[in-house]
């Protein structure tokens, strides 16, 4: 394991029952770094970072965390992480100023120092004006803030993150990567979990893939991007010409997995050179395009190439919204 | 700062938040005082004669006997209260904050409980000014009201940490929610309500050995007849009894609970 890592794992295992949930994970995050570890709903992401904040016990493997062995020295990982978790666990009826006082209690932070921290995170996460409200009456993207500074409390080497724009629009999300990035930017080792693509490539210095509990691909996005290869074309069409338009288009390129009935990805070697090729071949055989786009590899493609799926359902797009600048 | 001070400290800050808690939520403070309060008022108001019964021990009123029978029965709701709270805690996620903090994780169930506690002792003194201003008199005096307050205190701590255990077992609040039924037949198989050498069998039989009716007593002998050694020893035994069983139950249900995560 290296020594000067801040997360090390090796072969990590959790069995729920006979339900493999995450086999043998390995990966090393480096101090500094924003890691991001990437999949879809039900592989594995939050059963892996509840092991590494030792809120669950392993069944195989090791880690270290911050230096520590998660199970033989859960204590002293504790203390040099700070966690904010999927569902953001808030008490609706305490105040934002009581939840953060008391994670400095948690902490072991004393009163003064406590109070002097709380004061200072809530202005940091501009919550100055809502402190003295109860909770409950935040919103999602207040409630985040005051998560990630309840887990700022007591200044953390190790941040994990799980999923921590889940839900949010895009202002919130923004606003989000923007305190995660200026956390980063202070030396803070950030571990986050995402089902966002976006939000994997704008923030992680490196990325692992998880699907079904196993690492499928692990390295800088765009060295990850750069394996995939080549640029596709997204072509839109009406339902019932879907067959024949993938007849064509196989004569072109290689087919990818369709993302919905009105859509064909096909991957073409000479990129924009090859469009003019594609749209020749489905007006001779008579298809009409509804809109088509080069579409350069993405970590979705990434993901598709290393698991023959996309990362994510239809019915979740609608929740990917574009971040503002 | 010392790792004792550190949790003391601890089980202080999560002892004021359940207090809180349950202050800003009316539905868990009802069963506390009010439920008691009015089973008080129509039990005394409706059966106050059962005092001229044959066999009924000597007493100045009615509301006398009765009162540390509504002390053990918001002493009873608080623990239970206490231990929806914690189950409500913990299916909102809010204990994976605690569990993933540096500290004993026992502190987490001795703050809750320290907040049972602190409910026990406002219920004790809440029936005790009832009965004072209702004319019931404190044989004991202030050595005897402070005594049924320290019982009922720590009674409220010890049910609570069977609730508590309870609550990390399943972590399910209604789970804990169902045991309220229970809570009133165990009440109700003891001398809380009604004096045991008048019940018939096999009642008599069960709130005989109820440890519950042993605590009942210790409460009651201060405030009917005065300081009793041999029924305060009594009272702590049992009290001892159900404190040693909601630490074992309460252990054995945080190391599931890390277990199943």
């Known amino acids: 394991m290296d020594g000067a890592a801040a997360i090390s794992v090796e072969g990590l295992e959790r069995a729920f029952g006979d339900v493999l949930a995450v086999q043998g994970v390995d990966l090393a995050v480096g101090e500094g770094e924003i890691y991001g570890f990437l999949g879809p709903n039900g592989a594995g992401k939050t059963t892996t970072v509840r092991m590494l904040t030792t809120l669950l016990l392993p069944t195989g ?49 004393p009163g003064g120092e406590g109070r002097r921290r709380a004061d200072d995170l809530l202005e940091r996460v501009d919550l100055v004006g809502a402190a003295d409200r109860r909770v409950g009456s935040y919103s999602g993207g207040m ?9 700022l409390v007591h200044e953390p080497r190790v941040l994990f993150l799980d999923e921590p724009t889940t839900g949010l629009d895009p202002v919130s999300r923004k606003t989000i990567w923007d305190e995660v990035r200026s956390l980063n930017d202070e030396g803070t080792t950030v571990f986050l979990t995402t089902q966002y693509l976006e939000e994997a490539d704008q ?26 290869g080549n640029p596709h074309v997204r072509l839109q069409l009406e339902e019932g010409s879907i067959a024949r338009a993938e007849e064509v288009c196989a004569e072109i390129g290689r087919l990818l997995p369709p993302v919905d009935a009105r859509t064909v990805l096909v991957e073409v070697e000479g990129g924009a050179a090859d469009i003019p090729r594609v749209v020749r071949a489905l007006d001779d055989a008579g298809i009409e395009v509804g809109s088509l786009e080069l579409v350069h590899p993405s970590l979705d493609d990434v993901f598709v190439a290393k698991t023959g799926h996309h990362i994510r359902r239809d019915e979740d797009e609608a929740d990917e919204q574009p971040v503002p600048a | 700062m010392s790792e004792l001070a550190a949790n003391l400290r601890v089980v202080k800050a999560l002892g004021l938040r359940s207090i809180r808690q349950t202050f800003r939520r009316p539905q868990l403070m009802a069963p506390i005082v009010v439920f008691p309060t009015l089973l008080l008022a129509i039990q005394t108001g409706g059966a106050g004669s059962a005092v001229n019964l044959p ?26 209260s206490g231990g929806i709270a914690l189950a409500v805690d913990i299916e909102m996620g809010f204990t994976d904050r605690l569990f993933a903090a540096p500290i004993s994780r ?9 907040g049972t506690g602190a409910l026990g002792l406002f219920s004790a003194l809440w029936f005790l000014a009832i009965g004072l201003v209702f004319g019931a008199q404190i044989e004991g005096g202030v050595p005897g009201a402070l005594l049924a307050i320290a019982l009922v ?4 701590m010890a049910v609570g940490g069977i609730a508590a255990a309870i609550a990390l077992r399943t972590g399910t609040a209604s789970v804990v929610q169902g045991l309220f039924p229970l809570v009133l037949v165990v009440l109700f198989l003891s001398s809380a309500f009604f004096p045991v050498d008048l019940m018939i069998e096999p009642a008599r039989t069960i709130a005989e050995y109820n440890p519950l009716s042993f605590v009942v007593e210790g409460v009651r002998e201060p405030i009917v007849s005065g300081v009793d050694a041999a029924d305060t020893g009594a009272a702590l035994l049992a009290i001892a009894g159900i404190v040693a069983l909601g630490l074992v139950l309460s252990a054995r249900a945080l190391r599931h609970r890390l277990k199943v995560g």
């Open chain 2, 153 to 156: 205190t720590a009674t409220a």
């Open chain 2, 55 to 80: 066999g009924f021990p000597p007493v100045q009123s009615f509301l006398q006997f009765m009162l540390a029978g509504a002390m053990m029965q918001s002493l009873m709701l608080a623990g239970n």
């Open chain 1, 61 to 109: 493997g090791r880690a270290t965390v911050a230096g520590h062995d998660i199970v033989s020295e859960a204590r002293q990982v504790r203390a040099s992480i700070g966690v904010a978790l999927q569902e953001a666990a808030l008490d609706p009826l305490m105040t934002g100023r009581e939840l953060i006082r008391l994670q400095a209690t948690l902490q072991g932070l």
């Open chain 2, 106 to 114: 026992y502190t987490i169930v001795l703050g809750r409980l320290a």
């Open chain 1, 203 to 228: 923030l992680a210095d490196n990325v692992a893939i998880i699907d079904d509990g196993r690492i499928v691909a692990e390295g800088t996005p765009a060295s990850l991007k750069a394996d995939v």
């Open chain 1, 143 to 151: 409630k985040r803030r005051l998560d990630l500074a309840a887990a």
